[in-house]
Structures are given as structure tokens and as C-alpha cells.
């Protein structure tokens, strides 16, 4: 079974603070992608990334920044955490696929906080 | 970009009752489209995918979709629900050659016993 794991279950941080949300697969899965829950919004896609080094931005990339250094590890960067960040931020992966048809897997989401 | 539009807010049902629960994309090419389920305190699963071939998908847990492609719809159904089927269930899409995904706003079902 594919394991998507964020490093945090729930977090609490102040307004203005650099946040960061760590997200680690075990699968060898090339890509991964960050997604905010919001309700009455569904998944929100903010960052992917198809490779190491490689990143590319979603549909609400802004206040946001990523970092691929290893294959499996895809880190979300809130640069001055907001109050409007306050959300639950899910990560996921998926293999590589030229039809654009593997399912994504999850991790169990951090619940973030801005105060 | 590709986007994914979910009729229902909140749904509730009765044990045994039928399900469908809507979906429309807006595409105008070749997509692949999915149907995940979120149970409380659970991570996204998924229930099915349709990429090509059959149109009507068979899922886990007795769910079934039916691809339309006239309509851009993807409904998911299920023929008679369960307590255990309560769960938050999205509806998503990805066009052909590209990986990133878009998902609905969601379907909240709750199942009453």
C-alpha cells in the first residue's frame, strides 16, 4: 500500500511566521502535489511537481512556495503565514502517466492554524 | 484548466435508499475522471476511475459511474446506501498528457440508520 505522510496531524502559528508542511511517500512516485480543503470549496490545488527539482503552480499558488529536493519528499512553504491560510492542507502522489490516468493517493492532511 | 462542478452540497438518505449524486466537468477534450470518498478522519480514497472503454465503471463498495460524454457528466451511484457509506465524496478530473487534478467542491452524504 502506497504511505503519504504528513509530518503533522495539526499545527498552530502566528500571523507573519515562515510555516513549512513536510509531506514523504514511500512509493518511488514521480509526482506530488499540495492541495488546500476548504468547506464548501473542495481540493484546491496550489503546487506539483513532476520531478525532482521541478515544480509548477496550481489554481492558488500566491503566499505559497515549494521545495522538491528529494524525490520523495515534497515540502509546502507558507513565506508569512496569514490568516487566510488557515486550512486543512493535503498532500498527495501519484506515478507518472502519459494518459494523465493514475489515481492520486493522500496523505491524512494537516490542519494549519494562523492566529 | 480543466473544472469539475458538484450539484449537491449535502445529501441525506436513508438506509437502503438510492444514491446519485451528480457531476459535471467542463473540458473539451479527451479527460480522465474519479470519484474519491473521505470518511471522517480519514484521508481521500479512491471509489473509481473511468479513463476509456466501458463507460459505466464499477468501483469499490457496490459505487458504479456512468461516463456521459454528450452531457460531461460522471454520476455516481450506488443502489441501495448504508450507515457506513456517510462520507464526503469529490469528483475529479485530469485531461489526457496531464497529471494535475481538479476536484469538485464535494457531496456531503449522510446516511441515516
Known amino acids: 500500500d502506497v504511505k503519504v505522510t504528513q509530518s503533522s496531524r495539526y499545527l498552530v502559528k502566528r500571523t507573519g511566521e515562515k510555516v513549512f508542511l513536510e509531506c514523504v511517500q514511500d512509493?518511488?512516485?514521480?509526482?506530488m502535489f499540495w492541495y488546500r480543503q476548504d468547506p464548501g470549496l473542495g481540493l484546491r490545488l496550489i503546487y506539483f511537481?513532476?520531478?525532482?527539482?521541478?515544480?509548477e503552480k496550481g489554481d492558488i499558488p500566491e503566499g505559497y512556495s515549494v521545495s522538491r529536493e528529494k524525490k520523495e519528499r515534497f515540502s509546502l512553504i507558507l513565506e508569512s503565514a496569514s490568516t487566510n491560510q488557515t486550512s486543512m492542507y493535503l498532500c498527495?502522489?501519484?506515478?507518472?502517466?502519459?494518459?494523465?490516468?493514475?489515481?492520486?493517493?493522500f496523505g491524512d492532511g494537516t490542519r494549519l492554524s494562523i492566529l | 484548466a480543466q473544472s469539475v462542478s458538484q450539484h449537491n452540497h449535502h445529501v441525506i438518505l436513508s438506509e437502503a435508499a438510492s444514491l446519485e449524486l451528480g457531476c459535471n466537468y467542463s473540458?473539451?477534450?479527451?479527460?480522465?475522471l474519479f470519484w474519491y470518498v473521505q470518511y471522517p478522519g480519514q484521508h481521500l480514497q479512491l471509489l473509481l476511475k473511468?479513463?476509456?472503454?466501458?463507460?459505466l465503471v464499477k468501483g469499490i463498495k457496490g459505487f458504479e459511474a456512468e461516463f456521459i460524454k454528450s452531457k460531461f457528466s460522471f454520476n455516481l451511484r450506488k443502489p441501495s446506501v448504508q450507515w457506513s457509506d456517510t462520507a464526503e465524496y469529490f469528483c475529479?478530473?485530469?485531461?489526457?498528457?496531464?497529471?494535475?487534478?481538479?476536484f469538485g467542491a464535494g457531496t456531503r452524504l449522510t446516511v441515516k440508520p
Open positions: 473540458y473539451g477534450g479527451t479527460v480522465n
Open positions: 475529479a478530473v485530469t485531461s489526457y498528457n496531464n497529471n494535475d487534478m481538479r
Open positions: 473511468y479513463f476509456s472503454g466501458d463507460p
Open positions: 512509493m518511488d512516485h514521480e509526482n
Open positions: 511537481s513532476y520531478d525532482v527539482k521541478m515544480k
Open positions: 498527495a502522489s501519484s506515478l507518472a502517466g502519459l494518459r494523465g490516468d493514475r489515481p492520486q493517493h
